[in-house]
Structure formats: C-alpha cells, structure tokens
Nanobody
Framework: QVQLVESGGGLVQAGGSLRLSCTAS????????MGWFRQAPGKDRRFLAA????????SYADSVKGRFTISRDNAKNTADLQMNSLKPEDTAVYYC?????????????????WGRGTQVTVSS
C-alpha cells in the first residue's frame, strides 16, 4: 500500500509555471506506475501524464503535451509535474495516483491509490 500527498499548487498568472510534487510513503515506490490527473469544476477527472516504474517511459494527454513534464525520483519517493505556459483552462484540482500495473496507464480506473489533490488556479 502507498499513501500519496500532493504539494505545490497555487495561484499563477497565465503564461506562468508551477511545479507539483507528489510524495509517497512506503518502501515500494519504484513498483508503481505514477500518473497525474486533474478535475475542473463540473467536469470529469482527466488524465494528464504518466511515467513508468523506472522513469524511462512517459505519456501525455494532447492538451498538455509540450507544456507539462512528468518525472520521478525513486530514491526520494517523489513524482513531479512541471507545468509551463499555463492557461486559465488549466485551472483544476490536480491529483497524483499510483498504479501497481506495469507499463503506462492512462485510465483512472487502473490506479489503485490517489492523493487528496492540490488546487491550481490560473488567472487571465
């Protein structure tokens, strides 16, 4: 089992950057595929990015490709999401999640563990 805590959210102007961090408890962090999702008010939760157990493979939603970068540090039990060129439509609660299944996972149902989320607000 793993517990996840997100940090780094906040208020930023359009065009700015934020770096979200997800810190995991437990000794088996490297056994999990990690993902980032977001949920805007009145909308479904959406996949943003995922990274494989080793960090060698990543995948992004089209809406954030080229602007967001996912990374992980298995020694520190962290998975980060660097967000650049932020837009007002990026405003949402951002969640990190862990999947025990190998490979890249893009569906929320494939993730067994979730953090509580961190709010990101982008002003125009």
């Amino acid at each position: 089992q793993v517990q996840l805590v997100e940090s780094g959210g906040g208020l930023v102007q359009a065009g700015g950057s934020l770096r979200l961090s997800c810190t995991a408890s437990g000794r088996t962090f490297s056994s999990y595929t990690m993902g980032w999702f977001r949920q805007a008010p009145g909308k479904d939760r959406r996949f943003l990015a995922a990274i494989s157990r080793s960090g060698g493979t990543t995948s992004y939603a089209d809406s954030v490709k080229g602007r967001f970068t996912i990374s992980r540090d298995n020694a520190k039990n962290t998975a980060d999401l660097q967000m650049n060129s932020l837009k007002p439509e990026d405003t949402a609660v951002y969640y990190c999640a862990a999947s025990p299944s190998p490979g890249i996972r893009t569906a929320g149902g494939e993730y067994a563990y979730w953090g509580r989320g961190t709010q990101v607000t982008v002003s125009s």
